[in-house]
């Protein structure tokens, strides 16, 4: 009790004699918290994200280690796949010409073709989402036909495909094209048929006409909507092209994987699968965020 | 013939498959040029419906409404509605509210200055200048009432049609805007029609008070003049034998003879 007391005599003296002195000494102090209450609970929320999937990981991999480490294990550990398939992980970038390229190069492939193919989805996917949802008619004539079409698997349109297009690559490019196109379709549709009311309304005593209908209406009211059908269309691209890809052969993450079966590569599918995870992941969080950044202020009203 | 705004023997029937129900039958009413005009009545009487008609949203069965000499019969900006529930676009600015009306209504007469300077001095006049660059969603209810007022007086239309403006406001924020619009119709002078439930709001803004009856086949059971002269102020009236009697009359006519029967 009486040491603060002490403290307060002694300084006030001190105060009175050299005031400037005091406040020079007095900016680091506040600083120093101020640092620190900024960076301690950063360090908190990055390490209560981080940490558990990082044990979850480790965890797994300890496991998947001591499971095929037993002589005799169909799959190898990873131990043995860091070791037999070391110049896949760490060169993603070489290319030897034909198909002897980095998993880089497989991957960009694959992208471009889900590019073109997800990019015609997205316009057609829009377009014909924008016509079922704003008329009765088109949506009676070809909802039931969307219905039935969208539940066929993506590559059960591969044969017809390459017999339509005689080549691998516009083939592929079309079974893309169809597997995305639905999911874009019934939600621009839901999307544009849930417009409300009001806005209708709005528009109508501004006496907008269809095209700023549209453009100031239409497509920003439908925009989450449609941005959900996007990212799910971006998935099931993903999904498709490994799959197309293993039956056309080619430059390619799915080839790459089929092949590396063929040469009984067990640890170079692997790090393939691990590649192919990441990009999806990736495809779909790029999706997303162009969604929020567009979307931004729409789905409150 | 005199009338401004004339509502001709408006019928309205809505069918859907064999059933029809009759909402509104002969509603005939004639409204001056700068006039305020209420109309009330219980919920699902129709008075919605008819401010619709008169906005050219929902067509009329038989009969017609006449606006300056000229029949209308779609939507259009000489009748600015305010929505009851504001219905500003979310994704746009105020600013940008009001500005869509604006360039779509004067696109072709007046320069891309004068449009900016027209949509700042609307946003003005509703005393929401200050929140030009916010959403919707950043300002309150009573602020959004607002921005829909200075979007429709905006498109300077010849009516301002006014659905239940200040119905999900606030007491207190309702009488903000009620005194907003009494300023605005004594400077500005616009006809106005509003639909309105509050019997206080009706006395207190019109010149003249449309009571519907209950529906089905609601029609004009009475109208009464308000003669206070303006400028009105509230906590004057509070005492004033004329608003008191006109209040009485309207309660009267809403809670005696045409009381609200409750299906079941």
């Not at chain 2, 030009?132 to 049609?161: C, F, H, N, T, Y």
Request: aromatic fraction near 8%; glycine fraction near 8%.
């Amino acid at each position: 009790m009486s040491m603060p007391a002490l403290k307060l005599e002694k300084s006030s003296p001190a105060k009175m004699a050299q005031a400037p002195a005091a406040q020079v000494v007095k900016m680091p102090a506040r600083q120093r918290p101020a640092l620190a209450e900024k960076i301690v609970p950063f360090l908190k929320s990055a390490a209560a994200n981080i940490i558990p999937p990082v044990v979850v990981i480790a965890l797994l991999v300890g496991l998947w280690q001591i499971l095929c480490s037993a002589p005799g294990a169909a799959l190898p550990p990873p131990s043995s796949i860091i070791q037999n398939s070391w110049e896949l992980i760490a060169h993603p970038f070489y290319d030897r010409g034909g198909l002897d390229k980095g998993l880089f190069w497989h991957i960009l492939a694959s992208l471009q073709r889900v590019a073109v193919g997800y990019s015609l989805a997205a316009v057609a996917g829009v377009g014909l989402g924008v016509l079922i949802g704003q008329s009765t008619w088109a949506m009676r004539g070809l909802d039931p036909l969307f219905q039935v079409l969208r539940t066929v698997p993506p590559l059960a349109w591969l044969p017809l495909s390459l017999a339509a297009f005689r080549d691998g690559q516009p083939a592929a490019v079309f079974v893309i094209f169809i597997t995305a196109i639905w999911p874009i379709i019934i939600n621009t549709a839901v999307g544009i048929r849930n417009i409300p009311q009001d806005y209708r309304n709005v528009a109508a005593v501004l006496r907008l006409n269809p095209l700023e209908f549209f453009t100031k209406i239409m497509i920003p009211a439908a925009a989450p909507y449609i941005f959900t059908g996007l990212r799910i269309g971006i998935g099931l691209s993903w999904l498709a092209i490994i799959a197309a890809e293993m039956l056309i052969g080619g430059v390619g993450i799915g080839f790459f994987i089929w092949d590396a079966w063929n040469s009984s590569l067990i640890g170079d599918i692997i790090v393939a699968l691990i590649y192919v995870g990441i990009t999806g992941f990736i495809l779909d969080r790029v999706i997303a965020a162009i969604g929020a950044f567009v979307t931004r202020g729409t789905a409150a009203a | 013939m005199g009338a401004y705004l004339k509502l001709d023997h408006i019928d309205k029937t809505f069918t859907r498959g064999s059933a029809s129900t009759n909402v509104l039958k002969e509603v005939t009413l004639d409204i001056d040029k700068g006039e305020y005009v209420s109309i009330i009545g219980h919920s699902g009487c129709g008075k919605s419906t008819l401010l619709n008609i008169v906005a050219g949203l929902t067509s009329a069965t038989t009969g017609g409404v006449i606006l300056d000499g000229r029949e209308v019969n779609s939507p259009g900006p000489d009748r600015a509605v305010v929505f009851q529930n504001h219905s500003l676009l979310p994704w746009l600015t105020v600013y940008d509210n009001v500005r869509l009306a604006v360039d779509k209504v004067f696109s072709g007469t007046r320069s891309r200055a004068e449009r900016h300077d027209w949509t700042l001095h609307n946003l003005d006049l509703v005393q929401m200048g200050h929140a030009k660059d916010k959403r919707p969603s950043e300002i309150s209810g009573g602020m959004k009432q607002r921005v829909g007022i200075a979007r429709a007086l905006a498109m300077e239309p010849k009516v301002l049609l006014l659905d239940e403006p200040f119905g999900a406001l606030d007491a207190l924020t309702r009488a903000h805007l009620q005194d907003s619009v009494m300023q605005i119709h004594a400077t500005l002078g616009n006809t106005i029609l509003m639909i309105t439930h509050d019997v206080d709001e009706a006395v207190l803004l019109s010149d003249r008070i449309v009571m519907m009856t209950n529906g089905p086949s609601a029609y004009v059971g009475e109208v009464l003049e308000v003669n206070l002269p303006r400028p009105r102020k509230r906590l004057d009236l509070v005492t004033n034998a004329t608003y008191l009697k006109a209040r009485e009359a309207v309660l009267k006519f809403l809670h005696e003879r045409h009381r609200f029967v409750e299906a079941a």
